[in-house]
């Protein structure tokens, strides 16, 4: 089975402009990607709140994050922005239960407007990374480690996640909803659509086309070398990044261009421009070469420390 045409490294989750803390990551590699807040806006009548999500797979979600003693953040009362919404059991209980199997990623803006000038739609794969960091659990809260010895990551980005599109849907700010998202008034990109210009809900396959043993959607629950975009060893510079090297033929966008410094025949040194929120990758002509990486993300031998 081929693999999808256009591979997109997404950015989502907490980061040092969306939260100002890192994602954890256990010591027995176990990662808990933390959504961002929502932008406040007084005229929202309806709140999502950090209090309401539940849990991923064991893991029940924190409710503080902890660098400190004096640098912490509450998020029991804070507006939570639950997207990509590629969790079930994370959803808040008032979620409806006719979208159970429905896994969903919305996009927006300028982010949004580089996904649709690159063609990016049915069938494509997103994988979602983030800033991760060594953490504890300590009570009903995470506190991260400093400079631990033992340390899985030290802070790096990291691929949590994934979503291949099945289909795609423009959301105006009112009128009817497509009839499959009538019962996903949670999702942030559907509650609050009224607030998003150029808004996008992508709505993921029921299985990989490339893997069909696993969802179309989901998060990988364990780290493991494959996941990991930071360079090895890298501590000061989480966006310098190691990649296969076939990648920098198929790169699309400013962002991700230029930069690239050989390592070896098969990977490259790229440091990326700007904040960097989707980065497209146009593999149509490198089959093997991408079935060969998303193998490797994909298989238990990439999840494992």
Not at 8 to 34: E, H, Q, V, W, Y
Not at 139 to 163: M, P, T, Y
Not at 270 to 298: C, L, P, S, T
Request: proline share 6%; with cysteine; charged share 25%.
């Amino acid at each position: 089975m081929m693999v999808p045409r256009r591979i997109i490294l997404s950015r989502k989750g907490f980061d040092g402009t969306a939260g100002g803390f890192p994602s954890p990551i256990f010591d027995d590699g176990t990662m808990f990607s933390i959504p961002i807040l929502e932008p406040e806006n007084p005229a929202q009548e309806i709140h999502t709140r950090y209090s309401d999500l539940r849990r991923q797979g064991a893991l029940e979600f924190p409710k503080s994050l902890i660098t400190s003693p004096v640098r912490q953040i509450d998020l029991s009362d804070l507006d939570v922005h639950l997207d990509p919404d590629i969790r079930p059991e994370l959803r808040p209980a008032f979620a409806s239960k006719d979208c159970e199997k429905l896994l969903l990623f919305g996009q927006d803006g300028r982010a949004q407007r580089e996904l649709s000038n690159n063609g990016v739609g049915e069938g494509d794969l997103f994988l979602f990374f983030g800033w991760f960091k060594d953490a504890r659990r300590d009570g009903d809260s995470v506190r991260f480690e400093g400079r631990a010895k033992n340390r899985i990551v030290g802070v790096a980005h990291v691929i949590w996640g994934w979503l291949q599109v099945d289909k795609s849907h423009w959301i105006k700010p009112e009128g009817d909803l497509p009839v499959e998202l009538k019962c996903a008034s949670h999702h942030p990109h559907i509650e609050h659509r009224a607030y998003y210009m150029n808004n996008c809900v992508y709505v993921g396959r029921q299985h990989l086309s490339f893997n069909e043993s696993l969802p179309g959607a989901g998060v990988f629950s364990r780290y493991g070398p494959a996941l990991r975009l930071t360079c090895p060893n890298e501590s000061d510079q989480r966006s310098l990044w190691r990649l296969p090297a076939f990648l920098e033929q198929c790169a699309v966008g400013r962002a991700i261009r230029g930069n690239w410094e050989r390592t070896d025949d098969n990977f490259r040194h790229v440091q990326y421009r700007g904040f960097g929120q989707e980065f497209v990758f146009n593999v149509e002509k490198h089959q093997d070469e991408a079935r060969a990486w998303v193998n490797r993300i994909f298989s238990p031998a990439g999840q494992s420390i």
